[in-house]
T-cell receptor
Framework: AQRVTQPEKLLSVFKGAPVELKCNYSYSGSPELFWYVQYSRQRLQLLLRHISRESIKGFTADLNKGETSFHLKKPFAQEEDSAMYYCALRREYGNKLVFGAGTILRVKS | GAGVSQSPRYKVAKRGQDVALRCDPISGHVSLFWYQQALGQGPEFLTYFQNEAQLDKSGLPSDRFFAERPEGSVSTLKIQRTQQEDSAVYLC???????????????FGSGTRLTVV
């Protein structure tokens, strides 16, 4: 079975500091990995996916198959980045998502 | 519509009561998913529809949970004889395609928060 682990419930950083939200997964095949974000009082929305290899709002994430990780990084945190972040996995040829428990990112001024 | 609409936004049910939660996906979206999100947890898959066909119901926790999408658009998740452990946010998501891609992903609704007292 697939599993996604986000070890930190809460990550608190100061504005301008680097951010790394950790995500590890277990799946023996070739997964597709995603980061979803939920801002206060808003619905869950896609932030980025590993296949796109893009940077969204300054965030990047690299899939490391050796370490089975997909950590989310941003060099300089901004207050508007404060939100709940979920890492999610989809099996190859599948369509349902398996989510981690989420990490609250709090950016302090 | 412009997005995935779920109703009601909040529902309080007495233990043992039956509830029905509605999801209005984006018009024309083929795939529809239901997820359950308990407090402090990530969403967990319940069931999946491709048009009106329920192709995967492996995540439904018990036979008290039932979902339907009779005309391939609106879906209803029904929970019979609700229990306290059913308290959660129920999320609906839809996608234009069968296997979401970079250009056609999932759109989530705002969810229904169910509290069983």
């Amino acid at each position: 079975a697939q599993r996604v682990t986000q070890p930190e419930k809460l990550l608190s950083v100061f504005k301008g500091a680097p951010v790394e939200l950790k995500c590890n997964y277990s799946y023996s095949g070739s997964p597709e990995l995603f980061w979803y974000v939920q801002y206060s009082r808003q619905r869950l929305q896609l932030l980025l996916r590993h296949i796109s290899r893009e940077s969204i709002k300054g965030f990047t994430a690299d899939l490391n198959k050796g370490e089975t990780s997909f950590h989310l990084k941003k060099p300089f945190a901004q207050e508007e980045d404060s939100a709940m972040y979920y890492c999610a996995l989809r099996r190859e040829y599948g369509n349902k998502l398996v989510f981690g428990a989420g990490t609250i990112l709090r950016v302090k001024s | 519509g412009a997005g995935v609409s779920q109703s009601p936004r909040y529902k309080v049910a007495k233990r043992g009561q039956d509830v029905a939660l509605r999801c209005d996906p984006i018009s024309g979206h083929v795939s529809l998913f239901w997820y359950q999100q308990a407090l402090g947890q990530g969403p967990e898959f319940l069931t999946y529809f491709q048009n009106e066909a329920q192709l995967d119901k492996s995540g439904l926790p018990s036979d008290r949970f039932f979902a339907e999408r009779p005309e391939g658009s609106v879906s209803t998740l029904k929970i019979q004889r609700t229990q306290q452990e059913d308290s959660a946010v129920y999320l609906c998501a839809s996608s234009l395609v069968i296997t979401p891609t970079a250009n056609y992903g999932y759109t989530f609704g705002s969810g229904t928060r169910l509290t069983v007292v």
